[in-house]
């Protein structure tokens, strides 16, 4: 394979923060001085009491901790906020476009967003929530969104945002798990002109979630929504009489800041639980040094704060840097697919921060709207969710960027808390599809299948040999599932569940899963999850899911359904179950093949060969191994026999 180089531009190697000569020492020191380099690093926080502690964490199963600057305390509300208002009150903190490119957007400026978050928090008070109460926050991206995040942190409560795409089932789930006692949450989301009913959504979910006894709920679109008397409460009104004095918590290092549920392998999605001190740290550094930020840069994350990319790179990372960060409502391809570009214009977008599959999929609409912009402003471009194809990388440099931009491929993960592995541009020349080299602190190996590390060049399981500040710190409530869940496959090591190639000059490329996790658009599931969402219908006997190539989403989603006896399984039950999973999950779980199955292949205890329909999925018949361990191997034929291609 032919790898193209692109060296860092002389330009960069001279103005940016960090240059190739400044990575190389600082790497080192970041490993051979951890605790020198992490004393000096963690000032770009305010601490009310100094830390005297760093890293006291250990990966093995004896003194299993992960522990930073324990005995520091912090607020971070007071550090995104408070901390500003000196010097930089009145520069924006978040600019919001919305959906609609004819309405209004609206710029808050550090007092305002200060102010918000005061009122906001009093109003959590007012409701009860005190300090390590969890709250649940369904919002659409409205800055509202970020206020709720902030006003918890400010109270020392910690916040659970839910994607505004999940079903009430999937809502509801999350509610229970962390007990949730208030629900912050809008009339409706508007996203592509489409309404979305979320407040309908938590009304529904809140039939199975009897412990939450308040929601507040701001008004976005003025839909005419049911309001249930002493339980639910309009956020204008409420907040117009909240007082505007709140002064910020004192928490310690590892207080817990938020709870944020993803899928792995196995069971029901996990709370990863992240806390205030070390999260602070890494994605306040991480922030400034991947996209080289300086303040007054306009800076746009693409992402939802849904997922850990909007905590982390819209809300915590850039307001702890006192950077301006633009909020978008919208989506890529409405009213066109031009409405990114246009955006950037607009706003004069110095930084933009994507998904691979919004690039993918706004490249399949032809170059045609891309060039009517002008782009000029964008200096910097960057990726995450999932491994960026060549051709991906290519056109957002090339068409894009029109090869002034460096393209930053960003590889880190929920649990990770920020950027692991990425190009510093100033330092790092790019690779296409390679997120390249470590971030300060970050030391990754590749083990092979006997757990042993791999030398040089070479390909296997992507761990981390040790702790770093932004590492999640446990799964709600189930402290033993996260030591199985990342430090018992290789014992000693934090286990990413990625597979990943190192090449020669020791750059990585990440290939993607090595578990049973599948990503769908950047967004992550468990095909366990997706399994008994279909078998929770009363027609299907068996399901098994596997990932499938898909040119635009990355992987799709492709389901094995045995029915039950005596059912005829047809189009309208293959509708009936698609649809089925939307309302049990949510539409980013939607199959994108169901293909009835009258048996699954099963080895002669019983366990589903899940290698044998990944290749099947795949279109990869050729090459399905050894299928004569299989209880009934005739069952493959058949399944080749009935392969259905999606809809
Ligand atoms: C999984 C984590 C990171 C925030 C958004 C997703 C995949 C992520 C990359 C990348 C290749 C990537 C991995 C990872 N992934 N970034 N740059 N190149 N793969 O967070 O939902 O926790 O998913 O996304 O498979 O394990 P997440």
Redesign the pocket.
């Known amino acids: 394979m032919t790898e193209s180089l692109y060296p860092v531009p002389a330009e960069w190697a001279r103005k940016a923060l960090v240059d190739a000569e400044r990575y190389r020492a600082l790497y080192r020191e970041s490993l051979d001085d951890p605790e020198g380099f992490w004393r000096r690093e963690a000032q770009r926080i305010d601490w009310i009491r100094p830390f005297s502690r760093v890293d006291e964490s250990s990966f093995h199963k004896a003194d299993f901790a992960v522990r930073w600057f324990a005995d520091g305390t912090l607020n971070l509300s007071a550090n995104c906020l408070d901390r500003h208002l000196a010097e930089r009150g009145d520069d924006p903190a978040i600019i919001w476009e919305p959906d609609d490119p004819a309405a209004e957007g609206r710029t808050l400026t550090y007092r305002e967003l200060h102010r918000l978050t005061c009122r906001f928090a009093n109003l959590l008070k007012a409701n009860g929530v005190e300090r390590g109460d969890r709250v649940t926050i369904y919002m659409p991206m409205v800055p509202e969104a970020a206020v709720a995040m902030l006003a918890c942190a400010r109270i020392g409560a910690i916040h659970s945002v839910v994607f505004g795409g999940f079903s009430p089932e999937a809502l509801a789930g999350r509610i229970r798990d962390c007990d949730s006692r208030l629900v912050v949450t809008a009339d409706e989301g508007l996203r592509g002109g489409k309404p979305v009913p979320l407040k309908a959504n938590v009304d529904e979910a809140l039939r199975d979630c009897p412990g939450v006894s308040r929601v507040i709920m701001f008004r976005r679109t003025g839909a005419d929504v049911e309001m249930k008397e002493g339980r639910d409460i309009d956020w204008a009104a409420a907040m117009d009489a909240a007082p505007e004095d709140c002064p910020p918590v004192e928490m310690g290092a590892e207080d817990p800041l938020f709870i944020l549920y993803?899928s792995g392998s196995t069971g029901k999605p996990k709370g990863v639980l992240h806390s205030s001190g070390g999260y602070a740290v890494w994605t306040s550094l991480t922030h400034q040094i991947v996209f080289d930020y300086r303040p007054g840069q306009i800076y746009w994350c693409a992402?939802d704060i849904g997922?850990?990319?909007g905590h982390s790179y819209i809300v915590y990372g850039p307001l702890a840097n006192g950077a301006t960060s633009l909020m978008f409502e919208g989506v890529p391809n409405w009213p066109d697919p031009s409405r990114i570009w246009q955006v950037v214009d607009k706003h004069q977008v110095e930084i933009l921060y994507t998904a691979p599959t919004a690039l993918r999929a706004l490249m399949r609409e032809g170059d045609q709207w891309v060039s009517r912009t002008s782009r000029k402003s964008l200096r910097l471009l960057g990726?995450?969710?999932?491994?960026?194809n060549p051709e991906a990388w290519g056109w957002y440099h090339r068409v894009v960027g029109e090869g002034r931009s460096p393209v930053i491929?960003?590889?880190?993960?929920?649990?990770?808390g920020g950027m692991m592995i990425a190009p510093l541009p100033g330092a790092i020349a790019l690779k296409p599809g390679s997120?390249t080299r470590p971030l300060f602190g970050v030391e990754p190996a590749l083990l092979d299948a006997e757990g042993r590390e791999i030398a040089g060049p070479g390909e296997g399981a992507l761990v981390i040999k040790r702790s770093w500040p932004g590492q999640m710190r446990t799964v709600w409530g189930d402290h033993s599932r996260f030591f199985e869940t990342y430090f018992t496959t290789f014992a000693g090591y934090y286990f990413?569940?990625?597979g990943c190639r190192r090449d020669a000059d020791g750059d990585y490329w990440?290939t993607?899963?090595i578990d049973d996790?599948i990503?769908v658009s950047?967004?992550?599931l468990g095909t366990a999850e997706v399994e008994s969402a279909l078998v929770a219908h009363h027609s299907v006997a068996e399901a098994a899911v596997v990932g499938m190539p898909h040119e635009v989403k990355g992987q799709g989603i492709y389901a094995y359904v045995t029915v039950n006896a005596g059912l005829e399984p047809d189009a309208a039950m293959r509708a009936e179950l698609i649809s089925w999973v939307r309302k049990e999950i949510g539409p980013i779980a939607t199959p994108d093949v169901i293909q009835f199955a009258p048996a699954l292949p099963k080895t002669r205890s019983g366990k589903i060969m899940r290698r044998i329909l990944r290749k099947i999925a795949e279109g990869e018949l050729s090459s399905l191994g050894d299928t004569s361990t299989l209880a009934d191997p005739s069952v493959v034929d058949q399944l080749i026999a009935n392969r259905t291609l999606p809809v």
């Open positions: 993803t992402a997922w850990i990319t990726t995450v969710g999932e491994p960026i491929d960003t590889w880190w993960q929920t649990e990770t997120a990413s569940g990625d990440i993607g899963r996790v990503n950047g967004h992550r």
